[in-house]
């Protein structure tokens, strides 16, 4: 029998280009009982690769490790309000903190002018210009204090 097939995937597996394929290939015919004299020097390694392959758990390899470790169950947790809202409290603290800083900045810089002080100036103003039909004593008496005046 020819083993130039098998003496080549051999020769490749070493070398470490073999498929997965190929390795499986190599583990079914070393798993054989008669091997060539030339190759069975490599038996008992794919042999053990071999039966290394062939090993998987069985179904109570979960509980037997459970009942070794103690059962560990995941319970989920409420988490209140409060936490789910956190975020929500730090943007609103930085919002306030940004409108009272501006607030600051806008009345440090003297532009915003206060609605009161408006509207006194304005009635002031009004005070001020009265008809020119208006006798001059009555404008004059209206912006002179009461105490000064010397009425005859």
């Known amino acids: 029998m020819d083993y130039k097939y098998i003496e080549q995937l051999v020769d490749c597996y070493f070398e470490g280009e073999t498929t997965l394929e190929e ?3 190599l583990r079914k015919f070393f798993a054989q009982e008669e091997l ?3 190759l069975r020097q ?3 390694l794919f042999r053990e690769q071999y039966a290394l392959s062939e090993a ?3 179904a109570s390899f979960d509980e037997r490790i ?3 470790t103690g059962e560990y169950h995941v319970k989920a947790q409420p ?3 409060h936490v789910r809202l956190r ?3 730090r943007v609103a603290a930085f919002l306030a903190f940004a409108v009272v800083m501006g607030t600051a900045v806008e009345y440090s810089t003297g532009s915003r002018t206060e609605p009161a002080q408006e509207q006194v100036a304005v009635q002031e103003q009004d005070e001020l210009n009265v008809d020119e039909t208006t006798p001059l004593d009555i404008r004059s008496a209206e912006l002179i204090p009461t105490d000064t005046l010397h009425l005859q």
């Open 23 to 25: 390795e499986q290939i």
């Open 36 to 38: 060539p004299e030339h």
């Open 66 to 68: 459970l009942a070794l």
């Open 79 to 81: 988490i209140p309000l």
């Open 56 to 58: 998987h758990l069985d």
């Open 87 to 89: 975020p929500l409290y």
């Open 42 to 44: 490599w038996q008992s």
